[in-house]
């Protein structure tokens, strides 16, 4: 047992919105490497504003898991965003490495917010262009 280990606790003013940022979202790391926290994994929220999109994108070799605090959101995948599915509070979301993906609010009032935990402790973003996928109308 190490005696010299030490918990952290991360106020939500404390967070770093530094982080790695895709157009259309906020990312704000809770447990990072910027923070002065030591760990294999890193965690944070990730909020899209309403009737708000991402851009394409997806997180190299890392594996994604969120857990849906609020609101709902449509997430779009695959080659082209042909694969569709809706995520709402209370829901968990698990997003494979490398996998092409965007996020999307249909909500006119409410933003949606996630919490995030990555599988390294440095975020992985790689945005693509605008123009990556044909423009797929927003579901309700």
């Given at each position: ?6 918990i ?11 982080t790695?940022?895709t157009?259309?979202c ?6 990072a ?19 708000s ?7 190299g ?5 969120a ?74």
């Amino acid at each position: 047992m190490s005696t010299s280990a030490t918990i952290n606790i991360v106020s939500p003013a404390q967070f770093d919105q530094g982080t790695a940022q895709t157009p259309g979202c906020e990312r704000r790391a809770a447990i990072a490497p910027e923070l002065n926290i030591a760990s294999a994994i890193w965690g944070g929220l990730f909020e899209v504003g309403p009737g708000s999109q991402t851009g394409v994108h997806h997180h190299g070799e890392q594996e994604t898991i969120a857990f849906v605090l609020s609101g709902i959101c449509e997430i779009r995948w695959g080659e082209r965003g042909e694969t569709v599915a809706k995520a709402r509070a209370g829901d968990f979301i698990h997003v494979p490495a490398f996998l092409l993906h965007m996020e999307i609010n249909p909500s006119k009032q409410e933003p949606f917010r996630w919490v995030v935990v990555r599988s390294t402790a440095t975020p992985v973003v790689i945005n693509l262009p605008d123009d990556a996928w044909p423009t797929l109308p927003v579901r309700s």
